[in-house]
């Protein structure tokens, strides 16, 4: 356990659980394997004993909570205490092999901001499922057509502390929010291929996985965020339609519809006195 002896880790390591997961024992072993230096922190409930094996105690901080339901609540509560330049972050339901870890913690160390996990390959032929449609909807929105279905909404994924504080609290809650914020403040981010291969463990309760209607939920407050930014045509122009007339108020508002064209030489304004019209009738002699 040398890589957990240090006084400064070089990884924070966020594993949120629902129980005393099974899984928990072969994530400390992958993580101590990682090759670099290590804090964990574990949440869970309150409710729930948690039982951390004697070898991985000395960085292996348990968060009891009642304040979160999902995991993403739980990861933003054990991202607080981090103080690795790198965080990762985990939760109960999957086992990533050590060398892919590894992959994660060298891409933020190599200048990434945040590196999420490639998506797997669309294929026409298979209907996506409405989750993986709002994920690649909103990279699409962002102009991140090459991440595909790539997010901060499926583990694992890791950035650095700038990352971290850009993101906030709220934005790892909601990662859809998240994201839009670290695109916005033009954040590197890498995606990585999840070779070797991510192992799901079934026997993991859903209990704190969120719903689709959630995942729907939180992509919807992220368009929104996209909207207050660049307004609800997008950013595009507005051609040369006279929106402000509509402002118009009382009887000038035909008349302003009708002479949209100022007339420079009274005052350069609305309302200003037009022409007489000219007429082509002579005058009897």
């Known amino acids: 356990m040398d890589n957990l002896l240090d006084d400064r880790p070089e990884v924070s390591v966020v594993i949120p659980v629902s129980d005393d997961a099974k899984t928990l024992r072969q994530m400390l072993e992958n993580v101590n394997r990682m090759a670099f230096s290590a804090e964990v922190f574990v949440v869970c409930p309150t409710w729930t004993r948690i039982s951390v094996p004697q070898a991985y105690s000395s960085r292996v901080h348990v968060i009891p909570s009642d304040s979160f339901h999902t995991y993403d609540q739980g990861r933003s509560l054990?991202?607080?205490?981090?103080?690795?330049?790198?965080?990762l972050f985990l939760d109960e339901r999957v086992i990533v092999a050590p060398a892919l870890l590894k992959k994660y913690v060298t891409a933020i160390k190599n200048g990434a901001d945040i590196a999420v996990t490639e998506s797997a390959p669309f294929r026409p032929n298979n209907k996506l499922a409405a989750p993986r449609q709002a994920y690649r909807l909103l990279n699409h929105l962002l102009g991140l057509v090459d991440l595909g279905?790539?997010?901060?909404?499926?583990?694992p994924y890791a950035c650095n502390q700038r990352a971290l504080e850009i993101i906030g609290y709220e934005g790892l809650c909601t990662p859809p929010v998240g994201w839009v914020r670290a695109v916005k403040e033009k954040l590197a981010i890498v995606k990585i291929s999840p070779e070797p291969a991510i192992?799901?463990?079934?026997?993991?309760?859903?209990?704190?996985?969120?719903?689709?209607?959630?995942?729907l939920h939180d992509h919807t407050k992220a368009i929104r965020t996209i909207l207050d930014d660049i307004g609800r045509r997008g950013g595009l122009p507005d051609g040369e339609r006279y929106r402000s007339l509509l402002k118009v108020p009382g009887r000038l508002h035909l008349r302003s519809v009708f002479y949209q064209q100022p007339n420079e030489s009274k005052r350069g304004k609305w309302g200003g006195k037009r022409k007489k019209k000219q007429t082509n009738v002579r005058k009897k002699r």
């Open 78 to 87: 054990g991202s607080y205490n981090a103080r690795g330049e790198v965080v």
């Open 149 to 155: 279905d790539s997010t901060m909404s499926k583990v």
């Open 199 to 215: 192992q799901w463990w079934n026997a993991s309760r859903d209990t704190m996985k969120k719903s689709k209607s959630q995942v």
